[in-house]
């Protein structure tokens, strides 16, 4: 096979792969501006608030990626189920999420009205003037309880919008989030600065929009999914008191609950090197919620093609086609790399512009472009792993994605980053550098298991929907 049939596909071939991915990209894409907007009008406001914000941000992402990974575990079920026609299973496989996301939140908010003041106060270190860091703390407090108003109307929507896109549905989701980041954006600007008559709230401005966004993208994509039921036919009687298949349920547990501790404790710890980070002081800490903030942006697309791999690659494994899967896989990974070579470049050339947006020191702006230009020049590697991840995951070897997701952060990241954070007096720059570079062996892990085939596989000829 030639070296251009053999890693890049045909017109077709994109125009099918975009058709996926686009429509992501463009979900997230907004949101995640939108995100950047929020943290630059909070950001206009201090450097206290901004901060107070990006910890609790920190934190729920973990409740986030909880709820992502609970129904991410269903979803390899799901994808393959729509793949081979099976719509039961597509049906067993929604109520299941349904069940989980309801105990998440549950969990989830008991956990940060107990200890949600103290997490914050894992970040706030190196400051003389104790006034900064009080501040930051009731900012992130004030934000905090607002939030986790806004837990439930995410997980139900999570719910309904990646069964959607398992069935090939990825237009709606993404209608539901250009609607809500608009409402949020609308919201924001009246909220925080007080504007035409509303009250100026700050911070829980900021969390009050957030948290009203959230329910209406919610009632857009349930409205949608109930009214179009002869497209989307597995939610009729999803709702019945017909009681998931034991053999099912045993399955999916079998194979979501790797996927659900991977991604708690690969949340837990990015939380947990931030506040390795948060030790050089509390300018690391707003320069980093800076860099990340503009990076989410630039990294939809590497996140977009992680989707469009686990979907398009799920629903082939499900068919039986393996060699197909293979090599369709190839050039879905050598697209997201590619892309973010051209992302990376054009992210360190814009670098300096982005930090002058905010009300910030000098030093923080500073610092901010340098970690910007580290977060481009590793894109590329940040694709290869993110789409490794998903091609394992396609093919239902959570326990393997486990190993070498959470377990890899928690064995060679975090130590590192705790040694280098605690006994040297290493500058923020060369320790964030030093973190992200060690990448370059999970990358090397990836593509051995890419490689050998690991994933191939068909998990639900013989998972029975009842």
Request: aromatic share 12%; proline share 3%.
């Given at each position: 096979?030639?070296?251009?049939?053999?890693?890049?596909?045909?017109?077709?071939?994109?125009?099918?792969?975009?058709?996926?991915?686009?429509?992501?990209?463009?979900?997230?894409?907004?949101?995640?501006?939108?995100?950047?907007?929020?943290?630059?009008?909070?950001?206009?406001?201090?450097?206290?608030?901004?901060?107070?914000?990006?910890?609790?941000?920190?934190?729920?992402?973990?409740?986030?990626?909880?709820?992502?990974?609970?129904?991410?575990?269903?979803?390899?079920?799901?994808?393959?189920?729509?793949?081979?026609?099976?719509?039961?299973?597509?049906?067993?496989?929604?109520?299941?999420?349904?069940?989980?996301?309801?105990?998440?939140?549950?969990?989830?908010?008991?956990?940060?009205?107990?200890?949600?003041?103290?997490?914050?106060?894992?970040?706030?270190?190196?400051?003389?003037?104790?006034?900064?860091?009080?501040?930051?703390?009731?900012?992130?407090?004030?934000?905090?309880?607002?939030?986790?108003?806004?837990?439930?109307?995410?997980?139900?929507?999570?719910a309904y919008a990646s069964t959607l896109?398992?069935?090939?549905?990825?237009?709606?989701?993404?209608?539901?989030?250009?609607?809500?980041?608009?409402?949020?954006?609308?919201?924001?600007?009246?909220?925080?600065?007080?504007?035409?008559?509303?009250?100026?709230?700050?911070?829980?401005?900021?969390?009050?929009?957030?948290?009203?966004?959230?329910?209406?993208?919610?009632?857009?994509?349930?409205?949608?999914?109930?009214?179009?039921?002869?497209?989307?036919?597995?939610?009729?009687?999803?709702?019945?008191?017909?009681?998931?298949?034991?053999?099912?349920?045993?399955?999916?547990?079998?194979?979501?609950?790797?996927?659900?501790?991977?991604?708690?404790?690969?949340?837990?710890?990015?939380?947990?090197?931030?506040?390795?980070?948060?030790?050089?002081?509390?300018d690391a800490v707003a320069a980093l919620?800076?860099?990340?903030?503009?990076?989410?942006?630039?990294?939809?697309?590497?996140?977009?093609?992680?989707?469009?791999?686990?979907?398009?690659?799920?629903?082939?494994?499900?068919?039986?086609?393996?060699?197909?899967?293979?090599?369709?896989?190839?050039?879905?990974?050598?697209?997201?790399?590619?892309?973010?070579?051209?992302?990376?470049?054009?992210?360190?050339?814009?670098?300096?512009?982005?930090?002058?947006?905010?009300?910030?020191?000098?030093?923080?702006?500073?610092?901010?472009?340098?970690?910007?230009?580290?977060?481009?020049?590793?894109?590329?590697?940040?694709?290869?792993?993110?789409?490794?991840?998903?091609?394992?995951?396609?093919?239902?070897?959570?326990?393997?994605?486990?190993?070498?997701?959470?377990?890899?952060?928690?064995?060679?990241?975090?130590?590192?980053?705790?040694?280098?954070?605690?006994?040297?007096?290493?500058?923020?720059?060369?320790?964030?550098?030093?973190?992200?570079?060690?990448?370059?062996?999970?990358?090397?892990?990836?593509?051995?298991?890419?490689?050998?085939?690991?994933?191939?596989?068909?998990?639900?000829?013989?998972?029975?929907?009842?």
């Open positions: 096979m030639r070296f251009r049939d053999r890693y890049f596909g045909d017109k077709d071939f994109y125009k099918m792969t975009l058709t996926v991915a686009v429509p992501i990209m463009i979900q997230n894409g907004i949101t995640n501006f939108v995100g950047l907007l929020d943290n630059i009008m909070v950001g206009r406001i201090g450097t206290e608030q901004m901060s107070g914000i990006a910890i609790v941000n920190q934190l729920l992402l973990v409740f986030n990626l909880a709820v992502f990974g609970a129904i991410s575990g269903v979803g390899i079920f799901g994808a393959q189920f729509f793949g081979c026609g099976d719509q039961k299973g597509v049906r067993q496989t929604f109520r299941f999420k349904l069940y989980l996301c309801a105990g998440i939140v549950l969990l989830g908010t008991a956990v940060l009205l107990a200890g949600g003041g103290q997490l914050i106060l894992l970040y706030l270190h190196g400051e003389d003037n104790g006034q900064a860091l009080q501040a930051t703390l009731e900012y992130g407090k004030e934000y905090l309880w607002v939030m986790l108003t806004g837990l439930a109307p995410f997980a139900v929507e999570e896109r398992e069935c090939g549905e990825t237009k709606v989701p993404m209608a539901a989030g250009v609607v809500a980041v608009g409402v949020n954006l609308i919201l924001n600007y009246l909220l925080i600065f007080g504007k035409f008559g509303f009250p100026e709230l700050g911070v829980a401005g900021a969390a009050i929009a957030t948290v009203i966004s959230r329910y209406v993208q919610m009632a857009v994509v349930i409205v949608w999914t109930h009214t179009h039921a002869d497209r989307m036919p597995f939610i009729a009687g999803a709702y019945g008191k017909v009681p998931i298949p034991g053999t099912l349920a045993g399955n999916i547990v079998k194979k979501g609950t790797p996927l659900l501790c991977n991604e708690i404790l690969w949340a837990a710890g990015m939380a947990l090197l931030n506040q390795c980070y948060s030790l050089r002081g509390l919620n800076i860099s990340s903030t503009i990076s989410n942006l630039f990294n939809v697309v590497f996140m977009a093609m992680g989707s469009c791999i686990s979907i398009i690659v799920g629903q082939l494994l499900g068919a039986g086609k393996m060699e197909e899967a293979k090599e369709t896989d190839r050039k879905l990974i050598v697209f997201s790399v590619l892309s973010c070579f051209l992302l990376g470049g054009a992210m360190v050339v814009l670098a300096p512009l982005f930090p002058q947006l905010y009300n910030t020191s000098g030093q923080v702006k500073s610092l901010a472009v340098q970690l910007l230009r580290i977060a481009a020049c590793c894109m590329p590697l940040y694709a290869f792993t993110h789409a490794s991840y998903f091609t394992l995951r396609s093919g239902g070897k959570t326990l393997v994605t486990f190993f070498f997701d959470s377990v890899y952060v928690w064995c060679v990241n975090i130590p590192l980053a705790y040694v280098l954070s605690r006994f040297t007096g290493m500058p923020m720059v060369f320790l964030y550098l030093c973190c992200q570079l060690i990448d370059i062996i999970k990358c090397t892990i990836g593509f051995i298991l890419v490689k050998k085939g690991v994933w191939l596989n068909n998990i639900v000829c013989n998972s029975s929907a009842g």
